[in-house]
């Protein structure tokens, strides 16, 4: 185990890394390029009657988009987890917390409140599944209520465990632990990747322990096999570079998850608003955006609402030209579907 002190200088290099560095999948894309969806020259709509709303893990949103967790911890992370609560706020969107490991087991409290400027939005909780085993339900359930949160994210990140030098080799255990906080937590879960994607069998096994909610965390955005390249010595730095394209697209994992009759937030690659509405129509609830909405705070709050708007404005405007007055319309709208996210289905 990693000692606590190590816990703050790795979020804040994982900061650094995924504002500026190279840490994106090379020849693996999310899949977005293999879905078209195909345009209505009369759609019959004016763009304002658009209806963006859904619900996810029991709230409304009026527009389909999670700011991914990201951060927590830190003083750093304390001003952007408040600058992109607040923009979920404004917006009707959600909002994830990083991790919440440091509030876990050193009690630092820096950038776990965010209820002040988020009062309505939709807060996610979030701790490993390895670290949830760990403690008690009830413990569980006090971070979420420390951070006003109202729902809870168990992430699962074997990739970029095995790729980080001081990362968990044990993952025996994880479903049992999501049995267990599903039935005893009161709150919706949310199970989630961090960019590797989540399979169909995955879905399955998650539907029989009581999963209702998840999210894809597929490849094809931030890797985080090449987050922790940069950070590992050389041994396992080439087993990171061999392995920093592993994943499931996000694409091919919406179309797997969405038929099980799971809420599917698609996170991981999620670029734009059209790409936002290839994952709607694939059938996801809502996507997800990390590292896109990191870069965009680092350049300022208005730069942030600017990337949020733009993305809500791609998506509305690609459900006017699908003549899809709302997301359950959208999901019904004919689209073309590339061998490659065709062969991934199978
Ligand atoms: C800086 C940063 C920190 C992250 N930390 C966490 C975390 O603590 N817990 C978690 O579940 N996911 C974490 N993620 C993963 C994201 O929630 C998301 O699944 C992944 O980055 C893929 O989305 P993207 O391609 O839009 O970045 C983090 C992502 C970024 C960019």
């Known amino acids: 185990m990693p000692e606590p002190h190590d816990i703050a200088a790795r979020k804040a290099d994982h900061l650094a890394l995924c504002t ?5 999948f090379v020849a693996k894309t999310a899949l977005w390029e293999q879905v078209e969806l195909v345009h209505d020259a ?3 709509l004016a763009l304002d009657q658009i209806d963006l709303g859904t619900t996810f893990l029991g709230k409304r949103l009026r527009a389909p988009l999670v700011i991914a967790a990201m951060t927590g911890g ?23 917390f990083g991790s919440q490991r440091p509030l876990l087991s050193r009690g630092i409290e820096a950038g776990y409140r965010v209820r002040d400027v988020a009062p309505t939005a939709l807060v996610i909780a979030n701790l490993g599944v390895i670290q949830a085993g760990a403690v008690p339900t009830a413990r569980l359930l006090e971070l979420c209520r420390f951070s006003g949160a109202d729902a809870l994210a168990l992430h699962l990140n074997p990739g970029q465990e095995m790729a980080q030098p001081e990362g968990d080799r044990d993952f025996r255990g994880g479903l049992d632990t999501i049995r267990r906080v599903v039935a005893e937590l009161g709150l919706p879960v949310l199970v989630k990747e961090t960019g590797c994607g989540l399979s169909r069998r995955v879905g399955e096994r998650l539907l029989a322990a009581g999963v209702r909610a998840v999210d894809t965390g597929g490849a094809g955005g931030t890797s985080w096999i090449a987050v ?15 392995l920093r394209d592993w994943g499931i697209p996000t694409a091919a994992s919406v179309a797997g998850l969405a038929p099980l009759g799971l809420e599917v937030c698609a996170t991981g690659g ?12 694939l059938g996801a609830r809502c996507v997800g955006v990390a590292r896109p909405l990191l870069q965009a705070q680092a350049r300022g709050a208005a730069a942030l609402d600017a990337a949020i708007q733009s993305l809500l404005a791609e998506l509305r405007a690609v459900m006017l030209l699908t003549g899809s007055a709302d997301l359950a319309a959208l999901r019904a709208a004919p689209r073309v579907v590339g061998p490659a996210r065709a062969r991934w289905i199978e």
């Not at 999620?270 to 129509?281: F, Q, S, W």
């Open 20 to 24: 500026d560095g190279d840490v994106g």
């Open 42 to 44: 009369l759609p019959e």
């Open 74 to 96: 830190t003083a750093a992370a304390e001003a952007i987890n408040r600058d992109l609560a607040a923009a979920a706020e404004a917006h009707g969107l959600g909002f994830g």
């Open 228 to 242: 922790e390249m940069h950070r590992a010595d050389a041994d396992r730095r080439a087993l990171a570079e061999r």
């Open 270 to 281: 999620v670029a734009n608003g059209v790409d936002a509405a290839k994952a709607l129509a």
